[in-house]
């Protein structure tokens, strides 16, 4: 793995380890995804994002497919789920990840298994100070869904399949 690449995964890590200690108000977590958006761009990282109707419409059918059942054993009341948390689970979380973590680092590893699992396990544990502050020892259960986004990422060649299954996978799991 390149060490740009290691760089930008270790300052996202370590700024959500500062987040997640200090908790330091709304505002101030817009920081990270703000670094994961401009630390690949900063970096010369063409991120694959195209609008391609066949790609929006891998996205939702996969999602359906796998969400739905998950969603009708566990799945949550959607009618507490305001605007807001809608916006912030589009803009703040699933877009920035994605562009990060397929769209730079699955990306610099290489199309095949082995980067998807790679990233997968990075993301993984990029959860971590959420598990360790917070007590949401769940969230280190992303390893599979990720595995998705990194399937999606390496059939289509572009993040958005992923990253309309990551919005929706985290819908999901809002209580």
């Known amino acids: 793995m390149k060490s740009k690449v290691l760089l930008g995964?270790?300052?996202v890590t370590i700024f959500s380890f500062m987040l997640h200690y200090i908790k330091p108000g709304g505002m101030y977590y817009?920081?990270?995804?703000?670094?994961?958006?401009?630390?690949?761009?900063?970096?010369?990282?063409?991120?694959?994002?195209?609008?391609?109707?066949?790609?929006?419409?891998?996205?939702f059918s996969i999602s359906f497919i796998i969400l739905l059942?998950?969603?009708?054993?566990?799945?949550n009341d959607f009618e507490k789920i305001?605007?807001?948390d809608i916006l912030f689970q589009f803009v703040g979380v699933a877009f920035p990840e994605e562009v990060f973590f397929r769209g730079y680092i699955q990306e610099s590893l290489k199309r095949n298994l082995k980067a998807v699992l790679i990233t997968?396990?990075?993301?993984?544990?990029?959860?971590f100070p959420?598990?360790?502050f917070s007590n949401d020892w769940f969230s280190l259960l992303s390893f599979f869904p990720s595995l998705i986004m990194g399937w999606l990422y390496?059939?289509?060649g572009n993040i958005l399949p992923g990253i309309i299954f990551h919005f929706?996978?985290?819908?999901?799991?809002?209580?």
């Open 168 to 175: 929706f996978a985290n819908l999901i799991y809002l209580k």
């Open 130 to 132: 959420k598990a360790m």
């Open 30 to 59: 817009g920081i990270l995804p703000v670094l994961m958006i401009a630390y690949p761009f900063l970096s010369g990282c063409r991120i694959r994002l195209n609008f391609s109707l066949k790609d929006i419409l891998i996205g």
């Open 69 to 75: 059942p998950y969603h009708l054993v566990f799945g």
């Open 82 to 84: 305001t605007f807001a």
């Open 120 to 127: 997968s396990l990075l993301f993984s544990l990029s959860h």
């Open 154 to 156: 390496l059939k289509t």
């Open 9 to 11: 995964y270790f300052l």
